[in-house]
Nanobody, 121 residues
């Protein structure tokens, strides 16, 4: 069984910062891409940021310059440093990992349960 466990969400004032963490655990052979998606009420899930095992990153235009994604390949943990948070940033942030559980299988998508980010004064 593979689990993605997120932490770090919460309430922050506009302009504030939060750091999200997500650790993948269980029987994992290798992890390709890890990332964060957000889903606001009534909206579809959208990519916030992603990072490959080699360190290549990809960001949504709305967060470029404010958010930074990083990962620790040794612990299969991905982080999202969120700075200069705006009132339009609140959502449930979900961790994603594309990983494989055995050398003879392909890569499959796994998701965390999500952590709420609220921006309010």
């Amino acid at each position: 069984q593979v689990q993605l466990v997120e932490s770090g969400g919460g309430l922050v004032q506009p302009g504030g910062s939060l750091r999200l963490s997500c650790a993948a655990s269980g029987r994992i052979v290798s992890v390709n891409v890890m990332g964060w998606y957000c889903q606001a009420p009534g909206k579809k899930r959208e990519l916030v940021a992603a990072i490959t095992s080699g360190g290549t990153t990809n960001y949504a235009d709305s967060v470029k310059g404010r958010f930074t994604i990083s990962r620790d390949n040794a612990t299969n943990t991905v982080y999202l440093q969120m700075n200069s948070l705006k009132p339009e940033d609140p959502a449930v942030y979900l961790c994603h990992a594309k990983l494989r559980r055995a050398f003879y299988t392909g890569y499959y998508d796994y998701w965390g349960q999500g952590t709420q980010v609220t921006v309010s004064s």
